[in-house]
């Protein structure tokens, strides 16, 4: 079955990096665009940055410049590489993917930026 975990979140200063990786399992994964989702307290979830089979990216406004999502096809894996963090950034980061009509969701991780 699809499985997907994600790893690497956690509290972080403002101003500080994080990577985020999401273990894929199920799938074929070098055929499937990826994503990174998050969701604040209190807010709608959110497409944080998607990556194509090919490697194209595409990133939200909020996040542009700092955020960099990339992928290894060998390992499976998608990381997120978030960098100048701010408290805005703060929320549970999801690992995404479509199949189909279906979209499956890892159990997230949480990143909670200090001021």
């Known amino acids: 079955q699809v499985q997907l975990v994600e790893s690497g979140g956690g509290l972080v200063q403002a101003g500080g990096s994080l990577r985020l990786s999401c273990a894929a399992s199920?799938?074929?994964?070098?055929?499937?665009?990826m994503g990174w989702y998050r969701q604040a307290p209190g807010k709608q979830r959110e497409l944080v940055a998607r990556?194509?089979?090919?490697?194209?990216?595409n990133y939200a406004d909020s996040v542009q410049g700092r955020f960099t999502i990339s992928r290894d096809n060998a390992k499976n894996t998608v990381y997120l590489q978030m960098n100048s963090l701010n408290p805005e950034d703060t929320a549970i980061y999801y690992c995404?993917?479509?199949?189909?009509?279906?979209?499956?969701w890892g159990q997230g991780t949480q990143v909670t930026v200090s001021s």
């Open positions: 990556i194509t089979s090919g490697g194209t990216t």
């Open positions: 199920g799938f074929i994964f070098r055929f499937r665009a």
């Open positions: 995404n993917t479509n199949l189909g009509t279906i979209d499956y």
